[in-house]
């Protein structure tokens, strides 16, 4: 993982973590890497490593069982109301940058269909591989 250095290390771990349990990467129930295995994983130090997971408990999108570690929740709307935040905050940024470009709204929504429409031709394309 490369980080920014904009943004706290642990902030950006979370945001990672978060991707990583919306996409199913980890499922729902699963138990999480424990601490020092994400640190040494990822490079950052073991307390950043865990103030990350610490904030993705709080956000309940994990839970903590004492003696056997942390497990990504099973609620799904909880799940599904992250994925929404993080698709959001991407439109946001998208936003943004093609205001910042001088880009009309309508440009913008053609060139959102038009970039869909290629992801949705290269998916297509692949499961029939």
């Keep these: 993982m490369e980080f920014d250095s904009s943004a706290p290390i642990w902030r950006q771990l979370v945001d990672e973590f978060t991707r990583r349990i919306v996409c199913h990467e980890w499922a729902p129930g699963a138990k999480?890497?424990?601490?020092?295995?994400?640190a040494a994983a990822l490079?950052?130090?073991?307390?950043?490593?865990?103030?990350?997971?610490a904030e993705l408990e709080r956000e309940g999108l994990c839970r903590s069982e004492?003696?056997?570690?942390?497990?990504?929740?099973?609620?799904q709307d909880r799940i599904d109301a992250a994925r929404a935040d993080l698709a959001r905050s991407a439109a946001d940024t998208f936003v943004d940058r093609a205001l910042g470009l001088g880009m009309r709204k309508a440009q913008a929504k053609a060139l959102i269909e038009q970039r869909w429409s290629?992801?949705?031709s290269d998916q297509t394309s692949s499961e029939g591989a």
Excluded: C, K, S, Y
């Excluded at 999480?32 to 994400?38: A, D, H, K, S």
């Excluded at 490079?43 to 997971?53: D, E, I």
């Excluded at 004492?66 to 609620?75: H, Q, Y």
């Design 66 to 75: 004492r003696t056997t570690g942390r497990f990504v929740t099973e609620n």
């Design 43 to 53: 490079g950052v130090n073991p307390n950043t490593a865990q103030r990350a997971l």
């Design 32 to 38: 999480l890497p424990g601490v020092r295995e994400i």
């Design 118 to 120: 290629n992801h949705d």
